[in-house]
């Protein structure tokens, strides 16, 4: 069995190191700390981001990207912020480069397969998204998830084996772009939905801002050339129904806190792990201004995430926006996009 290299081993790193070897498949988990790389290999735990967890033998942990040289396919894990600076570590290029994070890197509002893309000219760029929370598929528990592929569907047959296994279920698609909006726009929404908690708004606030939401993820994505059926898929719309629904969503934990009355720096302090979507949302809001679409939510967000206003604030201001028809967005002030189908 040919060895599946994997970058980053935080939560969801160190699951999808743990899915790859339950087959006895050899996973090399590449690690930025030295401490963790011994502690895996020594006590097959990582108590930082993966806690509870007996990291599978077949796992090796690494401090050295020059292990991974000469693997054909290598699953990339780290926060979207760090990916460029991380695959500029790596020497040489795989055949096959799956990007598993969720983001839209600051300052370039570039997707991660242009940053990979940038970073490998010559890899085939693939990215795997959808709902999946890594403790679930550490445990083995049932998970589907979209596998996009640039390659189109020689890609996937060559890469669908490495990644499948009886309880993780790959569905191909040929759009990237889909895949990686679905991903990233999510994360913001989750936000959203944990300051409904928060403040106590109840259940049917969470539903408006869910399906509200969606619309403006078909908004963003299908401006961008995302097809409308990727988002309402695993890498969409499966993974807004997870994330928006559960504390175990660090997004969604965020918003709760933000909700409750905690400023973001307050929220945030002393966390070893990522919330995307505290990166994702002002680049995100950025480039939907810039052209010219509206995402109400995303914005919402913004303004919580930066102090501006309180959660309180920010909810009034959005139930005060002007009425409008459900189906068709093209009555947005500002958004002069097409509409693409009836969501949209
Ligand atoms: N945890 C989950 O359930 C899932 C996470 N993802 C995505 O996977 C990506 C990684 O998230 P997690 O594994 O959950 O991370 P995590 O929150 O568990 O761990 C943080 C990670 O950031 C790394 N890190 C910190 N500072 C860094 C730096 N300066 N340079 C490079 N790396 C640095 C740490 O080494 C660690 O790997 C994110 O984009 C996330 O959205 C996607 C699906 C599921
Ligand atoms: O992306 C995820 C599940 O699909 C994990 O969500 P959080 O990053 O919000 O924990």
């Not at 760029?125 to 890594?134: D, H, K, Q, R």
């Not at 403040?199 to 961008?224: K, P, S």
């Not at 993974?239 to 307050?266: E, F, H, M, P, W």
Request: glycine residues 12%; negative net charge.
């Amino acid at each position: 069995m040919s060895a599946v290299g994997i970058i980053g081993a935080g939560a969801w790193g160190t699951a999808l190191a743990q899915m790859v070897a339950s087959d006895g498949t050899p996973a090399i988990l590449w690690a930025r700390e030295a401490a963790l790389v011994e502690e895996i290999n020594g006590r097959r735990t990582n108590t930082t981001y993966l806690p509870s967890v007996t990291i599978a033998k077949a796992v090796r942990a690494t401090c050295d990207m020059g292990d991974l040289a000469g693997l054909s396919t290598i699953l990339v894990v780290c926060p979207a912020q760090f990916m460029g600076g991380v695959l500029a570590g790596l020497a040489d290029a795989p055949r096959d480069l799956v990007l598993c994070s969720k983001g839209i890197e600051a300052g370039t509002g570039r997707l991660m397969a242009d940053v990979a893309a940038a970073a490998h000219p010559s890899a085939q760029i693939a990215v795997l998204s959808g709902p999946t929370f890594a403790r679930e598929v550490a445990m083995g528990l049932p998970t589907a998830i979209t596998l996009a592929c640039s390659g189109g569907e020689e890609q996937w047959q060559r890469l669908s084996p490495v990644i499948a296994r009886a309880a993780f279920r790959p569905y191909y698609s040929p759009d990237v772009v889909g895949a990686e909006i679905g991903g990233a726009v999510k994360n913001v929404l989750a936000i959203a939905c944990g300051v409904v908690e928060g403040l106590g708004l109840g259940e049917n606030a969470r539903a408006a801002l869910i399906a509200r939401g969606y619309a403006e993820m078909l908004r963003f994505g299908v401006a961008r050339g995302a097809r409308a059926e990727t988002l309402s898929g695993l890498c969409g719309l499966g993974d807004l129904i997870l994330t928006c629904a559960s504390t175990a969503s660090r997004n969604y934990s965020l918003g709760k806190a933000l909700g409750q009355g905690q400023s973001a720096a307050q929220a945030l302090s002393g966390k070893s792990s990522v919330a995307e979507g505290a990166h994702t949302a002002p680049v995100l809001a950025d480039l939907a201004h810039r052209a010219g679409i509206a995402m109400p939510i995303v914005d919402a967000v913004c303004r919580l995430l930066s102090g501006e206003a309180p959660a309180g604030a920010v909810v009034s201001d959005l139930l005060a926006r002007p009425l409008k028809a459900e189906l068709a967005d093209r009555s947005e002030p500002g958004d002069d996009t097409p509409a693409h189908g009836s969501f949209a």
